[in-house]
């Protein structure tokens, strides 16, 4: 809810030889990605899946869910900057999935790839891995100027501490949705599970993303704490089996 054009800066380093003796005059020029690459979560945030520096030819991926009960349609935001909110970057392209399959709220599963090539061009993937139904978008490079790219890594800088905090909230948050959809994929597909403790433990879930979006701007000490106490239920309910499926995560 996890933007960014290439643009090719140079780093110089000084060679060394085989033997890892003196430097040589030889110059190593790396194309790196100038500014972060990201979505925007459903709360506004930047969550970055190419991180600024990164060289490239690359790919990332990352998950990510519906917010919605049956949401059938699922707009993906491309942001580039520094920032923690997505307000605050420069929106360069959206990736538009249509025909999501029905299910509760955190069930489908959208895989969103970054590929950057060698040229820094970029192009953007958004699978379903339920149905496999994939759409992309090419991202047209060097959207913003040399100078942009410096105010806005500037501005990145003088705002470090705000933004530390809404990241600790955005990743807090982001852990305990993948958590829970985690754990309603799980009852969904398990037979080991009796009936009552499904539905105790399926109430729970429910509750829990009723809570956060009632609470979506609390700190990120009481998402940890949520977290834990949903992770206790699910332990007492599961037991060991449980410890698998959060390493998924």
Same mark, same amino acid.
């Given at each position: 809810r996890t933007g960014d054009s290439s643009e090719s800066l140079e780093y110089q380093v000084s060679g060394m030889d085989e033997l890892g003796g003196a430097a040589t005059s030889e110059i190593l020029l790396l194309d790196v990605v100038p500014l972060s690459l990201g979505v925007a979560s459903a709360w506004g945030e930047m969550l970055p899946l190419v991180q600024r520096g990164t %060289? &490239?030819?690359?790919?990332? %991926? *990352? +998950?990510? #869910? %519906? #917010?919605?009960? /049956?949401?059938?349609?699922?707009? &993906? @935001? $491309?942001?580039?900057? @520094?920032?923690? +909110?997505? *307000?605050? /970057? *420069? +929106? &360069?392209?959206?990736? @538009?999935?249509?025909? $999501? #399959?029905?299910a509760p709220r955190g069930i489908p599963q959208i895989e969103v790839t970054f590929e950057i090539d060698a040229n820094g061009e970029i192009i953007v993937f958004a699978c379903e891995k339920n149905t496999m139904h994939c759409e992309k978008q090419n991202i047209e490079r060097n959207i913003l100027s040399e100078e942009e790219m410096e105010d806005m890594v500037l501005d990145a800088e003088e705002s470090a501490e705000d933004d530390a905090l809404v990241r600790r909230l955005a990743l807090a948050r982001y852990n305990l949705e993948s958590y829970l959809g985690s754990l309603l994929r799980t009852l969904l597909t398990s037979d080991m599970i009796i009936k009552g403790d499904a539905k105790r433990l399926r109430d729970a879930i429910l509750s829990c993303f009723a809570w956060i979006d009632e609470n979506a701007s609390s700190g990120p000490e009481e998402f940890v704490s949520k977290h834990e106490e949903i992770q206790f239920l699910a332990n007492v309910i599961v037991g060991t089996e449980h410890d698998e499926w959060e390493q998924e995560l």
């Open positions: %060289t &490239i030819p690359t790919k990332r %991926t *990352k +998950l990510f #869910s %519906t #917010s919605q009960e /049956n949401q059938t349609d699922f707009v &993906i @935001e $491309i942001y580039q900057g @520094e920032r923690a +909110l997505v *307000k605050d /970057n *420069k +929106l &360069i392209g959206k990736v @538009e999935c249509h025909g $999501i #399959s029905h």
